[in-house]
């Protein structure tokens, strides 16, 4: 079976462009998960999107949105890029939602410059 | 909501040797406990977990018992070999009710040299 995958694997932006990530989750899987991880943050909760509705939100700005389609696969966009949004972006998918009995199965991130 | 304190190393070790990286944790409640692991280059993968107090987690010669008197899960491995060499986070779910994603650890850069 094959694992999360997510497109591009490497990006490079300019401060207020726009970007869009893409991930694909198991086969199956119907929760999508998105984390933002960065050296002094570390890793952070972004949302959740189950059955194409956002579930969950971490404490991130308006910029960061994303959505989910019928077949499970999801996108997330960030607006008006920052220096600071300089990261990567992992994607994890689930069976079901809730965090504390179904195994998260995280893609390989998208690494997105900011210049 | 819930948080995680983990020691961030970086930790050198040398192979066959005793490993211990240190997890505590603040919640309400009991949730499950994760150990993840992040090779260099990769994603994360769940390593062990633990769903109730006095569980223990394991897998490749990993062990983590869930504490609630220390409030502890302290990743444990007998003899590391250079292939362990990652990066190792601490996880719970972020509320009582596990809605609201996984809560990391900073993570544990553990490197074990031959």
């Known amino acids: 079976k094959a694992g999360v995958t997510q497109t591009p694997r490497y990006l490079i932006k300019t401060r207020g462009q726009q970007v869009t990530l893409s991930c694909s989750p198991i086969s199956g899987h119907r929760s999508v998960s998105w984390y933002q991880q960065t050296p002094g943050q570390g890793l952070q909760f972004l949302f959740e999107?189950?059955?194409?509705?956002?579930?969950n939100k971490g404490n991130f700005p308006g910029r960061f949105s994303g959505r989910q389609f019928s077949n499970s696969r999801s996108e997330m966009n960030v607006s008006t890029l920052e220096l600071g949004d300089s990261a990567l972006y992992l994607c994890a998918s689930s069976l079901g939602t809730g965090f504390g009995h179904n195994e998260q199965f995280f893609g390989p991130g998208t690494r997105l410059t900011v210049l | 909501g819930n948080s995680v304190t983990q020691m961030e190393g970086p930790v050198t070790l040398s192979e066959e040797a005793f490993l211990t990286i240190n997890c505590t944790y603040t919640a309400t409640g009991y949730p499950s406990l994760f150990w993840y692991v992040q090779y260099p280059g990769e994603g994360l993968q769940l390593l062990l977990k633990?769903?109730?107090?006095?569980d223990k987690g394991s897998n490749k010669g990993f062990e983590a018992t869930y504490r609630k008197e220390t409030t502890s899960f302290h990743l444990e491995k007998g003899s590391v070999q250079v292939s362990d060499s990652a990066v190792y986070f601490c996880a719970l779910p972020d509320s009582g009710g596990g809605a609201d994603g996984l809560t990391f650890g900073k993570g544990t850069h553990l490197i074990i040299q031959p």
């Open positions: 999107y189950f059955s194409e509705t956002q579930r």
């Open positions: 633990a769903t109730k107090a006095d």
